[in-house]
């Protein structure tokens, strides 16, 4: 491992890497705006601008693991909509007002599990008809978009489900080390993705899918196999941050995680991964996360009319496309 | 040898194109290093060179498929800068492909006039039809080919017709022919030829690009050789060449010196066995022992069903019947993984597309079979650090260009080389590889074949699949010969040649008249008709029809017996036009002389019939004579 992490760290491959320059960036965009609002640095924001980057943070995890396949997954928003409407509804269900007898945390327990589960079978789903049967990502995941929405309004009734309990609430703001526990979560799935991405058999393979198919199917890796689990993934982590999100307001709206699927996407390639599949990171990922949120804020900060946002992200999507462009050396084929 | 000599010139009619001193990069690889030509009208001139000496480039830059570097080309005396393809094509310079440019789902007549439908106005179907007719009238091939049929129907020798009309079409002047023969059965290259002399008599110029030396021989009238990218041969007659000249001309080294010492056939255990593999389409029936230690060759012509061979064996394609052996019990793999921890590695034909991990380091790249390999979670990386030290101290890569990020830096010959240490990272105990040389320098050739070697050395077995018939025969100790998805023919290298080995992998189908006349001959006269050739006090059976018992020759198809290991060793020692009794006066024999309309030697059709009273000799002989004269 120690190798890795010394061809990781290397000076000269530092320099090349572009999450680094976004890093820069990042770091940037931070200063400038603690120079420009002076309620930028304050604790309470700082910790506001992680609260805000938990939901898309989260789902462009996954979303980050089929990128680097060299696919993309438009449903991730139906999916949190979708399975957070069935957590809803099975807290609802099994106990909460129906009375079965459960305690609540159990049943907030079980309406995660059944969250989760749906989100991983949705992506399974998703992910053997790109794989196995070749279609493209972008019109299956289109497909299940729609589908999955549809499936939210039916399942909810097409109506916010508000009587959530209250403890639920303790996912989002136990303190775990003088960080809220949304937050903490956030981080520990990052760090989870990233030692797999870096270190394991399956995440090398992943990204050599993403680089070379043909090349990864003729070595011998499980190239079915691996390129059907980002998708599994994306449809969890999209669970995920439904369930963090719904805990955070109580209540689940049919509606919940529209145009989720942009942000996530735009936050993969701000941090610098390729569309074409083999080459980003999840730090990077984790970057562009925190770009987006930080520059939504402090645009709101400084009273820019939240109209001008989506400019100002939009803007920095494809100057970041551009940079990989034309700083690549590669010349792909 | 290093010192370069002064190009040899010929005498020179007057050029239609001259390109002086043009260079050509790709990456780190010097592809051309001023290279000269000159083509005049009313001849084919031989472009010739070992593989990676420039010649393909060298005839993409006169085709405007490249941009030369530097260096001039003046065209009909006036400087030629064709930007692309079309450019030259309007400049009255055409290529024939070896990968045609033609549009699979289009007509005959579509393609034909495949620039023309471009331009704007009315197209006037039948004045085309009539100038296609006109066209391929003037090649001899009036009714070759339907001018109405798809072109992905065709046979690759019928789409190479498609090709030259439609350089005729657009009125080229210079046609350049790369590698034209290289997927063509003999007979087809006879057809080929014969076209090339019709274009010649016309007053084209056209320019011949290939290693085969016979048939640089048969159909140039002068020669320009290139090697490593540099003219040392320039407009010499090939009738003041013979073939060691040339082969010197084009190697600068005897061949010995490359090749170095050929490991000896066989010997060790049967590592890997193969009995009777089908994996349709391409692989029909496919046998082959392949022992400890040895190089074993698979040769055969593109299309032949050899690379999908070696991928059955691999795991990556769906066995369908037949089985293999590994160490003696049944092995049938259904994924590649299997394979790579039964210990076999892979080669594949395709570097950049099948091979390369492009966003991996070339430590990774490196890694990639262990990574297969490898039943755990985590990587396991640094149990192999100290076997890819040793490694890269092999293949004289320094270790602080390991971490490289992209492979693709690298040339050829080195990325090739990596691939290749990626299985022996792995300690393989049979290596497939499948064109190891193909597009790689000719230094970094011979280093490869000195790797083979010591692995072959050490006990691996190792399988190679070429086309180039030369390589495989200085490199393997046995070949076993593929035509029409068949393993037909499993002979030692050493009693074979570039020139037997052609005619054994010419594809079946286009065998069909001469085993129509076999089988006519076996019918009518109760006896074995075989066609084979004779040579060093051996008997090469290509196809062999009927015959048992007194009427059995001794051989069948694909073995390569001394004459004295036959039953019919005193015809074979003399073979004339009329049946010659065996001593015992069990069998006579009969062998035809089979030569071409173009003078061309095809070997010797035989008919052993049981001793006694053999039928008259003169008719028999006439048919031959009559089948073969025809083109075939």
Known sequence: MSQTLAQTFSIRRLGARLELRMLALALLVFVALSFASPYFLRTNNLLNLLDQSVVTGITAIGMTFVVLTGGIDLSVGSVLGFTGVLMGQTIHAGGWSAGFGLSVDLTIALGIAVAVLAGAAIGLFSGVLVARFGLASFVVTLGVMAIGRSLAYIVSGQNAIADIPPQINGLVYTSVFGVPSNVATLLVLYVLAWCYLTLTKGGRTIYAIGSNREAARTAGLAVLGYSILPYVLSGVTAAIAGVLLSAQILSIDPLAGT????????????????????????????????????????????????????????????????????????VRA | MSAAPAPIEGA?????????????????????????????????????????????????????????????????????????????????IAMVMQETSLAPDLSVLENVFLPELARPGRLRLGALRARAEGIFDSLGQRDALPLGEEVQRLSSAQRQLVEIAKALAVGAALIIFDEPTASLSPGEVERLFDVMARLRAAGHALVFVSHRLEEVFSITD?????????????????????QAELIRLMVGQELGGIYAARPAAGGGKVVLEARHLRAPPMVRDVSFALHEGEILGLAGLVGAGRSETLQTLFGLRPLAAGETLLDGRPFAPRHAAQAIRAGIGFVAEDRRGQSIIPDFSVRENLLLGHLSARRGFLLGYRARDRRIEELLRQLELPASRLLDANMLNFSGGMQQKIIIARWLLLEPRVLLLDEPTKGVDIGTRSAIYAMLREVAGKGTAVLVVSSD?????????????????????????????????????????????????????AQETGGAAFWALLDAGRVFCLSRVGGTGAADPGFGAGAAPAFEETHIPAALAAPAERFVLEPDG?????????????????????????????????????????????AI
């Open chain 2, 469 to 521: 018939f030369e390589e495989l025969l200085g490199l393997c100790g046995r070949v076993v010969v593929m035509s029409d998805g068949t393993s037909i023919a499993e002979l030692p290298s050493a009693v074979l040649d570039e020139a037997k080995l052609t005619l054994f992998a010419a594809p079946r189908s286009s065998m069909a008249m001469t085993t129509g006349l076999l089988e006519a001959l």
């Open chain 2, 586 to 630: 069990a069998r006579a024999t009969l062998l035809v002389r089979a030569r071409s309309h173009r003078g061309h030697e095809l070997g010797w059709i035989g008919l052993t019939v049981p001793g006694g009273a053999p039928p008259a000799p003169a008719p028999l002989a006439a048919r031959v004579h009559e089948q073969f004269a025809r």
């Open chain 2, 12 to 92: 020179a009619p007057a050029p239609l194109l001259v390109a002086r001193g043009i260079e050509k990069r790709f990456d780190r690889t010097r592809a051309l290093a001023g290279a000269d030509a000159e083509f005049a009208a009313g001849e084919v001139h031989g472009l010739l060179g070992a593989n990676g000496a420039g010649k393909s480039t060298l005839s993409r830059i006169i085709g405007g498929h490249l941009q030369r570097d530097r260096g001039s080309i003046v065209w009909r005396g006036a400087a030629l800068t064709a930007r692309n393809a079309r450019e030259a094509i309007s400049a009255g």
């Open chain 2, 222 to 242: 002068r020669v320009t050789v290139l090697r490593e990218g540099r003219t040392v041969a320039r407009s010499v007659p090939t009738a003041t060449l013979n």
């Open chain 1, 259 to 330: 145009a989720l699927e942009l942000d996530a996407i735009a936050a993969v390639v701000i941090g610098g991964a390729s569309l074409y599949g083999g080459r980003g990171s999840i730090l990077g990922t984790l970057i562009g996360v925190l770009i987006m949120v930080m520059i939504r804020n402090g645009l709101n900060l400084l009273g820019v009319s939240p109209f001008w946002q989506g400019s100002a992200i939009g803007g920095i999507i494809i100057a970041a496309v551009l940079a990989e462009r034309l700083l690549s050396t590669r």
